[in-house]
């Protein structure tokens, strides 16, 4: 891998290198946050979509409310062609969201006049979807999600839309709200909380060069990323880029001693009295294919326990079920049942991880 390559990996934030991720792994991912810093990441996700990696985008509202219609045409951008055109046509309002970080819109559809009706209808699904708030969206609207991840394509009531080779959904989850479904929910690899400590740091440079627009440009923004540019409409990673880690991560290797690790892994979990449910065969191809697309991103050619254990820690927080008085498995022996709730009180997801991770012998 090249070095300039791995440089720009290095300087990387985590909502970066938590897309880049799922781009090179072909996976989608669950950002979570608190409720008041929901916005703020959702933009900070449109800047890393252009700035980052040149991919188009959209933004998907979603309440209990919304319809099916209302999420296809959310969904859709225009084509490959229109969608070039226009970047290079109009590059100050395809740039637009730059300056005005606080109202950043996602690509609207292309709306079709009376005159173009009998025009095919050629937008296709965007890059990268963000949807917010995914789990609050009806039954038949979450379904609508799993098999546009399943099928890679959506259908509306004039035309099949495709998605392209870096189709990433990125459901954005306030703390607080119910699980998305469990099928939908087990299609998803990795999830990653951002807290406000780890910043904003697309959205600081944006809301500055608004600031010094008089004085300097874009380009000139205080990260020194940004001016290393790819050659994909000035983004900082390239297609080529994501095509080069996309075949490291093919030619990973991996002894038998970690893929014994990758397999003890779900058996100790399914085996915790911390956990009750949450551990899939999909989490365990996941876990496998997290774990390959991790040792690139470290500056490796092989898979190590410790990207394993990394790997672990993302893929599944957002799976497991914990267990409680009820489901302890214990208790079928004869436990005191005070005696299981003091042991189980204060206990996290996380921390049920840490504990299976800890009970796994680690291969040298």
Excluded at 167 to 177: T, Y
């Amino acid at each position: 891998m090249e070095a300039s390559l791995t440089a720009k990996i290095q300087e990387l934030g985590d909502l970066e290198l938590a897309a880049l991720l799922c781009l090179i792994a072909g996976e989608h991912c669950i950002i979570t946050t608190k409720t008041n810093l929901v916005n703020d990441v959702a933009q900070e996700l449109l800047l890393i979509c252009q700035r980052i990696f040149g991919l188009t985008f959209a933004v998907v509202e979603c309440s209990e409310n919304t319809s099916l219609d209302d999420f296809r045409e959310a969904v859709l951008v225009d084509g490959p062609d229109e969608f070039h055109d226009s970047y290079e046509s109009h590059p100050t309002d395809h740039n637009i969201h730059l300056r005005l970080p606080q109202s950043l819109p996602s690509r609207q559809p292309s709306v079709q006049s009376s005159n173009q009706s009998n025009r095919l209808d050629e937008r296709r699904v965007a890059d990268v979807v963000l949807a917010k708030n995914l789990s609050t969206a009806n039954h038949q609207v979450q379904i609508q999600a799993l098999e546009l991840i399943r099928t890679k394509r959506l259908f509306s009531h004039t035309a099949m839309h495709a998605t392209s080779h870096n189709f990433l959904l990125v459901v954005i989850q306030p703390l607080g709200l119910p699980p998305l479904t469990k099928h939908l929910n087990d299609l998803f690899a990795i999830s990653h909380h951002h807290s406000n400590a780890d910043g904003f740091p697309n959205l600081e440079d944006a809301s500055q060069s608004r600031l010094d627009d008089g004085n300097a440009s874009i380009a000139s923004s205080n990260r020194s990323m940004t001016s290393d540019m790819g050659e994909q409409n000035g983004a900082v990673f390239s297609q080529a880029d994501i095509d080069a880690l996309r075949h490291a991560t093919v030619q990973t290797h991996t002894t038998a001693e970690v893929m014994a690790h990758l397999h003890h892994i779900p058996i100790f979990m399914k085996l915790s009295r911390w956990i009750a449910g949450g551990v899939s065969a999909m989490a365990t191809r996941q876990l496998r294919s997290i774990s390959r697309a991790l040792a690139p991103l470290h500056g490796v050619t092989y898979v190590t326990p410790s990207l394993v254990q990394l790997a672990a820690r993302k893929v599944y927080p957002h799976r497991l079920v914990l267990a409680t008085t009820k489901t302890e498995r214990s208790l079928q022996w004869g436990s005191d049942v005070r005696e299981v709730e003091r042991l189980l009180k204060g206990m996290t997801v996380q921390k049920a991880i840490d504990d299976v991770l800890a009970s796994v012998e680690t291969p040298l």
